[in-house]
């Protein structure tokens, strides 16, 4: 046997949280208040400390906003493919949600006990609220707390590798510890997989590099199926200029609030498309392709972006974005002078892991949230419900996880876990040329040209045939000298496997919907698509792909 994995030591709960950004961390409480030993393992935060806002319709600012107007919004924001059970529970859970994170202090901006909101893209009425100095952050910090207030075991710095498997449950994760090649087994009455989305598998990305697609490898080999894999969000509105701020999201939120974009000849170009609310009142999906039809035209800046006019805005308004123009000023730009340059970049994952509304994948013992869980934003997710979808369905799958019936007696745990570990032991063992990083680099260089805004068969086709030639080679031919390597082979797999689903949605769906735009299918088909695509592992491995009707 290869050395690392000869004496693995081993861990016990009743559930287990993979992930530690919002969705895992809600998850990790709401299974120990429901008396749960629970354990919460994790990377890093992934994307969470980003989220700028939270929809939730309270209907403060405006008074018409309520749930129904909220479930209107995901259903016609995400074409008509959303699961509508989860879209239920999102409309009537999100102000609840929200109330529970201010009863632990979340200082969500409010004005003499009204909360404040934002208006954002694709949302009839102002309904994002937030945390001037941070959202995202400020959550996680409360939530962070309460974990450890709860007496919730935090395993931070932890990969998981791979899942624990007793014939067709999930009872575990087997965890690495990239730097130092460590390895741990925890056992489970229950999985939640909360680890985000795609990750970097476009060159130009939003994610943060602790994400890096595992959760739907991790989801696919354990026999869940995946739907809707083919609708990737991009996000309209990132900074390539200054450059020291390369990468980051401008708020979309801030349109609302007076920002417009302008093209190379200063026209506002919004307007040709959206004459009545310009940047306002149109989700991010099609934002982002008018964006990129800007640029492909030619009518963009020099360095293939579009200008993103702060001058406009309201003093206060502008400074209630406090990293943002933090992160401006610091790099040289004053925004109340001039505006940054910005284009779309992959941003977040529509599908994921099928789930019922009690955030069950299907499989026993697996439960997912999150950006990990698929269905809840159809075809295209509403701005500012990425932040809603961790908060609630986070939840949902730790109480899920909570209603487990399994038991950890009686199971050979010296099988199930040499099960486990020998993925990674077939990594270690490879003594090919390439190394990982290589894989994901070509993984990187493929996305865009064929998956990105405007996507086409043939191309999609010669996508198709490049990944199946990189899957070939993360199979056999990687350089693994180390643990470290090996581990990161393992993720040049999931990027390769999560590539190729995304690649096969695409393929497979010849019509155009939300975030999926087929030149060669221009127009949506109700009468031939009003379905998800789902795969899942067929016996020797193989992806199978079904269509599965929407609920
Ligand atoms: C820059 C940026 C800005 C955003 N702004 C907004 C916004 O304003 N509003 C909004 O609604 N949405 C926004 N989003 C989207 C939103 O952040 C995500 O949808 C949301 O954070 C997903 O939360 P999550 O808890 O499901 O996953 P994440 O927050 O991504 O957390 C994933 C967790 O899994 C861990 N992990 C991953 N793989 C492994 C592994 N193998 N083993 C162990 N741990 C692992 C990570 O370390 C992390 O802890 C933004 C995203 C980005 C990238």
Request: proline residues 5%; aromatic residues 6%; hydrophobic residues 40%.
């Amino acid at each position: 046997m290869t050395p690392g994995l000869d004496t693995i030591p081993a861990a016990e709960t009743d559930v287990l949280v993979l992930g530690g950004g919002i969705a895992g961390h809600r998850a990790a409480v709401a299974a120990r208040q429901r008396g749960m030993s629970v354990s919460l393992a994790y990377l890093a935060k992934g994307a969470s400390p980003y989220i700028i806002g939270c929809n939730a319709p309270f209907g403060h600012v405006d008074p018409r906003d309520g749930p129904e107007v909220y479930y209107e919004d995901m259903i016609r924001g995400g074409y008509g493919l959303n699961d509508k059970r989860l879209v239920r529970v999102l409309a009537t859970q999100a102000t609840a949600a929200v109330d529970e994170l201010r009863s632990i202090g979340v200082p969500f901006a409010a004005e003499n006990g009204r909360l404040l909101q934002r208006h954002l893209s694709g949302n009839t009425y102002p309904r994002s609220v937030y945390v001037p100095e941070g959202t995202g952050r400020a959550i996680l910090d409360h939530l962070a707390r309460q974990c450890r207030d709860l007496g919730i075991e935090t395993l931070s710095g932890w990969k998981a590798v791979s899942l624990l498997r007793d014939g067709e449950e999930v009872v575990g994760a087997l965890l690495a510890q990239p730097r130092d090649s460590r390895f741990l087994a925890v056992r489970a009455r229950a999985v939640v997989l909360a680890l985000g989305g795609i990750g970097r598998i476009y060159e130009d990305s939003t994610y943060p590099a602790d994400v890096a697609s595992d959760a739907y490898a991790l989801a696919f080999d354990a026999g869940a199926r995946l739907i809707d894999m083919e609708f990737v969000q991009f996000e309209p509105v990132v900074t390539v200029w200054p450059e020291a701020c390369r990468g980051m999201e401008m708020p979309t939120a801030m349109m609302g609030d007076g920002a417009t974009l302008l093209n190379a000849a200063g026209e506002r170009f919004m307007l040709r498309h959206n004459p009545e609310h310009g940047e306002k009142r149109i989700e991010k999906a099609k934002l982002s392709l008018i964006i990129q039809r800007e640029i492909d035209e030619g009518r963009g800046l020099a360095d293939g972006s579009v200008l993103f006019d702060t001058t406009q805005v309201p003093i206060d308004r502008l400074e209630s974005y406090v990293t943002h123009v933090r992160r401006l000023r610091s790099a040289g730009l004053e925004p109340t002078k001039e505006g940054p340059h910005v284009r779309p970049a992959a941003h977040s994952e529509m599908g994921g892991v099928a789930i019922d509304d009690q955030g069950w994948s299907g499989v026993p013992g697996l439960y997912a949230g999150g950006e990990t869980a698929g269905g809840l934003h159809g075809a295209s997710r509403l701005a500012g419900n990425g932040g809603s979808d961790t908060i609630v369905s986070g939840a949902l799958a730790g109480r899920g996880a909570a209603t487990t019936q399994s038991t950890l007696a009686g199971r050979n745990w010296q099988r199930i876990i040499d099960a486990a570990a020998e993925k990674l032991r077939a990594a270690r063992q490879q003594s090919g040329a390439t190394a990982p990083d290589e894989i994901k680099q070509k993984v990187r260089a493929i996305m865009p040209r064929a998956a990105g805004l405007w996507r086409r068969g043939e191309d999609l086709e010669q996508a198709m045939r490049e990944l199946d030639l990189l899957q070939d080679v993360t199979a056999t031919g990687l350089a693994t000298p180390d643990w470290t390597q090996s581990i990161k082979a393992l993720e040049a797999r999931n990027m390769v496997l999560t590539a190729r689903l995304v690649v096969m949605g695409a393929l497979a769906r010849c019509e155009s919907r939300g975030a999926h735009q087929r030149i060669d299918w221009p127009g949506q088909d109700d009468e031939r698509w009003l379905h998800h695509i789902a795969f899942r592992r067929g016996s020797a491995g193989e992806v199978v792909a079904e269509e599965l009707p929407i609920q």
